[in-house]
């Protein structure tokens, strides 16, 4: 298994597919975008497959994720979500994304076995949307959304990110609307994450406050702890269930302790925490001639060494090398 020394075991694998993306959203890079990776550099599908298959297979990962970047700029997709989930043991696959392109792009990922999917939305509002995404395209991100829920790829997941003095004021209105649709709201804390490093703490809604925002207009109950398990969002009952919102303070309320997650990078890094400034290199070995063998021996050193949390809150943090765009939520 994946284990380090503090005794966490990752069972979770994060793959970008990408570091490519079609919007420019303020919180993870600047307007006019980033030098990309080139294509030499990334992983192809193949090594993609073969290193989830190594995942599921002699390292006890049970559930993929595919991100970005953007993850639905990936061609070829469709088939690695098919040859994932033809493994055995079948891992849960899931994917993350802005939803541009998700509407013609559904059906063919649920037929190829996909699970479901997280959907970023920060706003309701077109004009908001323009100003924090640089790009006029909330009604192909609502399309999306639609387009999954009839697909199946339930439950279809909303990831919202407030910002002081933008979209603060959207709290309410969008869990409200996400209940109205059936899907399941969960909002994130703003991370030192962005391309330009110009995160501010002050700028960023904590968990407290959005919850405060919340129960100023919905009954809010937390859900049952014993089953949070690994999930990194505290999950409430709204006005009684049966549905439910999620917060994720990954800055305030960390949950490093139970972390399960490892990420693989579009160039074929291993990072064991998304705030990791360490990577370890599998591509370079796997062009070389490394065994099945010798990659997860590899991954399996790369994870022992995970630290006991991302010390955002401590006077030493430096902020990790990469975006968020580079690194594959």
């Not at 939305?121 to 908001?128: E, K």
């Not at 006029?136 to 339930?154: E, I, N, Q, S, T």
Request: proline share 5%; with cysteine; charged share 25%.
């Amino acid at each position: 298994m994946l284990r380090d020394s503090f005794g966490r075991v990752a069972t979770d694998l994060r793959v970008s597919l990408t570091d490519k993306c079609n919007l420019r959203c303020t919180y993870c890079m600047p307007p006019e975008g980033l030098d990309w990776l080139p294509n030499a550099q990334l992983l192809t599908a193949d090594e993609i497959v073969r290193l989830v298959t190594i995942g599921v297979e002699r390292l006890g990962i049970t559930e993929v994720r595919y991100t970005g970047g953007e993850p639905l700029l990936r061609r070829e997709l469709t088939d690695i979500v098919a040859r994932t989930t033809a493994l055995r043991p079948r891992p849960q696959v899931s994917l993350t994304t802005n939803g541009i392109g998700l509407a013609r792009t559904a059906d063919a990922l649920a037929a190829a076995g996909l699970d479901r999917v997280n959907v970023s939305l920060d706003t309701l509002d077109r004009d908001t949307f323009k100003r924090l995404a640089h790009r006029d395209r909330l009604p192909d991100v609502l399309d999306g959304l639609a387009a999954a829920h009839r697909a199946g790829l339930r439950p279809v997941k909303v990831n919202a990110v407030l910002m002081r003095e933008i979209n603060q004021h959207e709290a309410v209105p969008l869990l409200r609307w996400c209940l109205e649709q059936g899907y399941e709201l969960r909002f994130i804390e703003q991370m030192p994450l962005d391309a330009q490093h110009g995160w501010s703490r002050d700028a960023m809604v904590t968990a407290d406050e959005i919850l405060a925002l919340l129960s100023a207009s919905f009954d809010l109950t937390p859900d049952d702890l014993e089953e949070r398990g690994s999930a990194p969002a505290e999950r409430f009952l709204v006005d009684g269930g049966p549905a439910r919102v999620g917060v994720i303070g990954s800055v305030t309320r960390p949950f490093c302790g139970a972390c399960d997650r490892v990420r693989l990078t579009a160039d074929g890094q291993i990072r064991n925490c998304l705030f990791a400034r360490e990577e370890s290199d599998l591509k370079a070995a796997m062009r070389a001639g490394a065994t099945d063998d010798e990659l997860a021996d590899r991954w399996r050193a790369a994870v022992a060494g995970k630290r006991p949390g991302h010390g955002i809150d401590d006077p030493t943090f430096l902020q990790p090398a990469r975006p968020m765009s580079a690194i594959g939520g």
